[in-house]
């Protein structure tokens, strides 16, 4: 059985640099065909993809976000973390992580609410 | 890249048929058969009902279905149950091995 679950800070001063983390279990990601990425949704609006990382270490960056956006694997910790720098309140979001096999994501965790303000 | 143009919402009732669109471009949804479809309820995390356009994971119901035709996808969710009002997401991959999303449509059970 997969699971994933996702942490970090609740509250986030803008211009911050925001990391969170997926841990996860029920899969390798040193596993060929395997990824994790990541998705946030914005109170009441739709799903953004950011970020996705494979087994192979290889990492795709939703274009709009590309320059701020950082994911890395522990494949030894089953983790996958995700920085986004100069954060700002239209980056208050419940963040999801979520695993990847093919081209769609199959399992996803229950997601963290995270607030920018001042 | 821009989010996909689903519609904002549909309504069934119960044992009726829906279909959901999600139009896109030929650099999304027209070049790739790699569509999915997600639903979400209220405070609750995205489920797949349909990836690669058609195809459905274990468990989901045949009631359930997917289909493509030029840069539109399309879900179609047969016999509407109250359990399926919710909204539901389309997901393409992209040009540059990305992933885009639609903009989701509300589902009314009437």
């Known amino acids: 059985q997969i699971t994933l679950k996702e942490s970090g800070p609740t509250l986030v001063k803008p211009t911050q640099t925001l990391t969170l983390t997926c841990t996860f279990s029920g899969f390798s990601l040193s596993t060929g065909g395997v990824g994790v990425g990541w998705i946030r949704q914005p109170p009441g609006k739709a799903l953004e993809w950011l970020a996705l990382?494979?087994?192979?270490?290889?990492?795709r960056y939703s274009p709009s976000l590309k320059s701020r956006l950082t994911i890395t694997k522990d494949t030894s910790k089953n983790q996958v973390v995700l920085t986004m720098t100069y954060v700002d309140p239209v980056d208050t979001a419940t963040y999801y992580c979520?695993?990847?096999?093919?081209?769609?994501?199959?399992?996803w965790g229950q997601g963290t609410l995270v607030t920018v303000s001042s | 890249q821009s989010a996909l143009t689903q519609p904002a919402s549909v309504s069934g009732s119960p044992g009726q048929s829906i279909t959901i669109s999600c139009t896109g471009t030929s650099s999304d949804v027209g070049s790739y058969n790699l569509v999915s479809w997600y639903q979400q309820h209220p405070g609750k995390a995205p489920q797949v009902m349909v990836y690669e356009v058609s195809k459905r994971p274990s468990g989901v119901s045949n009631r359930f279905s997917g289909s493509k035709s030029g840069n539109t996808a399309s879900l179609t969710i047969s016999g509407l149950q109250a359990e399926d009002e919710a909204h539901y997401y389309c997901?393409?991959?992209?040009?540059?091995?990305?992933?885009?999303f639609g903009g989701g449509t509300k589902l009314t059970v009437l």
């Open positions: 990382i494979y087994w192979n270490d290889d990492k």
């Open positions: 997901c393409s991959y992209a040009s540059s091995s990305t992933w885009v």
């Open positions: 979520a695993h990847a096999t093919g081209y769609y994501f199959d399992s």
